[in-house]
């Protein structure tokens, strides 16, 4: 008997070895070997009891005729009666001596074990991955138990770099929308595989909004940057080729930024913009004077599309010599534009500086763009949590009305969702008539959100117009989340108070986008339907869907 | 809540002597495990905090562990607080995140429960079964979707079908599609065919280009095609997309497409404004006018200047003149003064006439006087009299009496000095000019 446990534990630890190799790269060969030994060491003296004991119950249980994996039963029963390192050495067992047959119910088997799936997916991949894939992607119906995701995700990291031509033809040639899916992560190993490769599967596949990492762009641009731009401009893929335009600039500045500065002027569109930016960013960087000479000399059509970028970095280091060249050089739009690029680039250095700068200069539309640059810089970004500082909201407040209005263009959104409250005191306090009518509204609903009551208590102290309709927003948030009191308060207010009708309206609105609208509508009381029909019918729906509203709402 | 779960009393006596910022942490915890035998009470007790606790969010707290043993109950309750949450933030309100937790203990519960209490949950609250949603959709589309056709509870699925087939069942469009076809038309399966375009249009674009061919031939169909064009470039985010997918597009979309990224020009995404120059010729001659508008549009949000240049550069025409009026009026709403010099500059006659009209829509909130005096050089008198109605509406808000002394002495007919004058009637409120003046005409 101590010889057949040996024996397993040898088997065993040998398939654990395996099974680390699969899961590592080839070179670390190596260090399975300790981790062989630990295994034996760490084997608990009641481990020969379920070698035994496998025996008498294979006895006991039913036949299966039609097993189609005697490999995986046998584990399955393995499994049932064991625990702890016992059970992955079973694992690992079956897994060095699967065939691509019995993968699929080991791994149906696997279900909640992701060390155990992953194992055996890469086992699966190495010995037949074109199996895999058509396993998962054959049949939905045949996918129907397995660790899905797990198994892809293993696949498409493995393959593509195992046998690429193999993983792009099955992804490319397949009319499978699942398998489409996996598309991006085979063209993200292949980008890190073979960067041209990559970029054309990106762009063949309609991948868009995905920036896969640039280690393999760098190393493969400066051989010959402009090979490398044109091959990019020929093969778009979004966001990737974007970040692949800024790398190639990057690069190409560190060798001969003239040239490339040459190259991308004469390429209209974003990636001709974006590889002519980081160039003369980073060539910026690396001798102001040789790149202020060349872009001073550059025709007025170049001078006024890359100055922006230029003085962004040159005001990095000297803010006034940057603001100094972009009066002394540009005019009109052009100068706006580049103000906010130096004020960006300042505020990157030292934000209440920037900020000071814009508060220094005579309302204009350089102005504009300066503050925007600042308060993309100093208020909370969407997914944010902090509260506006107060020194922001303050600084705004001191603005004139258009570059208030442009900062509130670019920053209400977020504001509004991080920090509704003090957006709620700016507006209220704010007597600019260029805050756009949606701000209300937005920071109604978002106030109603935590504090229905405390929202319409905001809106009736706007201005008359703007206080109704973001009132109405507010209560039609309240009335979603809450029918019962929302539709109470309403009918207490005094029959002359104008919010009765407005809130009223507002909440039909809201309601009719619904998509139980018809539903909510049937159930109104029916003195109410009148007025929701009359909103009903000057709202901008698509034919059937009004006609289908209304017709729930017809006097019964 | 581990000690809450030990012992009750003693856990909510120590939470609510806790001070500083684990106090709500340690008062979540008991309501968690005090809603599980006893909801009523947690919420009576959670609404009788003090100041300074966030009640609500204890409260949530309370029906989100509730809804892991009770879904009923907890969805029942759930509009008892606010609906919480941050916009655009998946599962973030109230309703979501209960039901999260009731449709991971029991979704057909949940969805029948849903289907039973319409509106009782809105969009934003739908989202909370996608999870569950998405794995049914991956399972058998078909089965699930003819299953919740049949029991009525579509409709209540429909916000977190759209997010699935966006997301991680994204790989049931084609068989979503499919089973539609066999639905008869209704509100529900309507929404899910503009679901399926939509998210193909923006996704997947070759499942897109084949869904064309099961748009029907009538007036519903082209609208359905007008829609997929615009996911197809994702509202104008993804006109980078236009000449590959124009290669790309099945006959009937070509048209479509085309229209629809003109309409969908903007400052950023007009990446090169030569390109759509050129691309006119691809717009029917009725459209092209308002292609060329949209092109000087979208430069002149970018650089005011180069798009004036290239204006003066065509013949004149309807598209010209439409194309002054939009520059005017875009360089307006950034640089007033810069567009008041150069409408300036123009020469009397139609163009002008409509650029003066696009400037002082533009710049009357601001700039009242200015904007009236520019008004009243308009040749073109129906032009006239609607700029200078804007004006006298946007100078009546703040100084009434001047903008009715100004209609009565400008070169109107009776007719029209009465038309300005009932304008006037709706216009209430005061104020001063606290702007410097624009160059004048």
Redesign the interface.
Known sequence: MRILFSSLLIVSAAGLGLAVGFALPRKTKTASEPAKQMAISSEPASAPKSKLFRGGTQQRASVNHNDDSPLATQLERDLSMSSGVTRWLYWLEAIEKAKPADFPRLARLSQGNPTATRFLALRWVELDAGHLFDTLFAS??E??GLP??ELASALFEAWPKRDPDAAIAALGGTD??????WRMRVATVMVEKDVERGLRLMSEW?I?NYGPRMTAVAQWAPGNPQHAAEFTLRN?A?YASQLAMETIGKEWAKIHPAPALEFAANK????G?ALAAATLKEWTARNLTDAADWLTAADT?TR?RLSAPFVETWAKEDAAAALKWCQENLA???L?SAVGGVVKGAAEKNLGAAAELVSGMN???AR?EAAAAVARKWFPEFSSDKPVKQEAVTWLGGLD?DSAKRVLDQVL?SW??SDPKSLATYLAASQN??VPPHAYS?VA??L?????SEAIEWATKLPNNRGLSAGGEAFS??R??????AAKWLNELPSTDARRQTFFESAIRS?A????????LA?MAATDCAAARTVIKTMSL?E??RS?LLDVLKPR | MILAEGGLVSARESAEALKGPNRDQALAGVAQAWAKSDLEGTIAWAKALPEGVDRDEIIRTALIRKAAIDPAEALELAGIVPSGGRHAYGSSTTGARILVEASKTDFDATVAWLAAHPGRFGHEDLMGISRGVTERLNANAAEFLTTHAANGSLAALLPAIGSAILNDASGQRAPVWDWRKTQPSGDAVNALKQQVLNSAGYQDPALAMRLVADLPRTADGDAQLKSLAGSLLNGGSMLHRFDKLLAEAPERLRQPLIDTAFQHLRADSLDDPQRWVARLSLLPETSRAAGTESIARAWAEQTPEEAAGWVTSLPASEGRDRAVAAIAATWAGKDARGAAQWVATMTPGTERDRSVGSLVLAVAEKYPREAWDWALSINDPSERDRAAAHAARMMAMRDPVTAGQWIDAGPFTPEAKAHLRSGLDRVRGSGELRHSPLPGR
């Open positions: 939905p119906r996918v129907a899905f995701n499978s929308a699942a398998a489409r899916n309609h868009e778009p979004g209209p569109g974003e990636l913009a059509k006024n009109g739009s052009a706006a309302p204009s539309p504009a009305s959104w509004s969702t008539e260029q937005i609903r978002e109603a959100r935590k504090n229905p948030e309240w979603r989340a809450q029918p019962e009191e309601l986008y619904d998509p139980q609208a018809a539903e909510q159930a698509p059937d869907r289908r």
